[in-house]
C-alpha cells in the first residue's frame, strides 16, 4: 500500500471588496414597477384555501456606509391587504437574511420574522425571494385583520420576491 501526500493549498484572503457580502454597496435602493411579487396564502391545516397576488406598492432597501444595519421597508396597497413591513434588524443566519420588523396593520404593529434568500448580488442591485409565516388568529386578534367568512385558516404565508435596483 502506497501513501500519498496531497499538497495543501492555503485559503484564499478575505476579499477587501466586499464579493462575501449579501447586499449591495451602501445607498438607498428601491423596486421598479414590474420587479416584484407578492402573494398572500392561507392555510387551514395542510390545506390552501386561499391564495392571491398582493400588490406591492412601494419597497426599499437603505444600505448604509457601516453596512451593519441596513433597513428594508415593503408597502402592500392591495384591498385584502393594505400594509407596511417595516424591518428593525437584519441578521444573516445560514446563508439567508433574516429580517426581525413589525407589520402596520390598521395602525397596530405586527411582529413578522421574513426570512430572506438572495439570489443574486451585483454592486448595484439585489434581487431577493423571502416569506413570513404569520398566525391567523393572533393577526386577526391583535390588528382586526380578517379575510372572507367562507376562507377558515390557522396561517397566512407571505411570499415577497423583488429586486432593489
Known amino acids: 500500500m502506497t501513501t500519498v501526500t496531497l499538497p495543501t493549498v492555503p485559503s484564499p484572503p ?3 471588496d466586499g464579493a462575501g457580502r449579501r447586499l449591495p454597496l451602501p445607498g438607498r435602493y428601491t423596486v421598479a414597477p ?4 407578492t402573494e398572500l396564502t392561507a392555510w387551514y391545516g395542510p390545506l390552501p384555501v ?16 457601516d453596512a451593519e444595519h441596513p433597513s428594508f421597508h415593503y408597502e402592500f396597497d392591495d384591498r385584502l391587504l393594505s400594509a407596511a413591513l417595516t424591518s428593525e434588524q437584519v441578521d444573516e443566519v445560514h446563508g439567508r437574511l433574516q429580517l ?8 397596530a404593529a405586527f411582529p413578522v420574522l421574513m426570512r ?6 451585483a454592486d448595484d442591485r439585489l434581487l431577493v425571494v423571502g416569506h413570513a409565516r404569520l398566525p391567523y388568529r393572533l393577526l386577526r386578534r391583535a390588528t382586526g385583520f380578517r379575510l372572507p367568512w367562507r376562507r377558515p385558516a390557522t396561517r397566512l404565508r407571505l411570499l415577497v420576491a423583488a ?3
Not at 414590474?34 to 411579487?37: H, Y
Not at 386561499?50 to 456606509?65: I, Q, T
Not at 426581525?100 to 395602525?107: A, V
Not at 430572506?116 to 448580488?121: F, H, N, W, Y
Open 50 to 65: 386561499l391564495r392571491r397576488r398582493v400588490m406591492l406598492g412601494e419597497a426599499s432597501l437603505a444600505v448604509p456606509e
Open 14 to 16: 478575505p476579499a477587501r
Open 34 to 37: 414590474g420587479r416584484s411579487l
Open 116 to 121: 430572506l434568500r438572495v439570489v443574486e448580488r
Open 163 to 165: 429586486e432593489f435596483a
Open 100 to 107: 426581525t420588523g413589525d407589520l402596520d396593520l390598521n395602525g
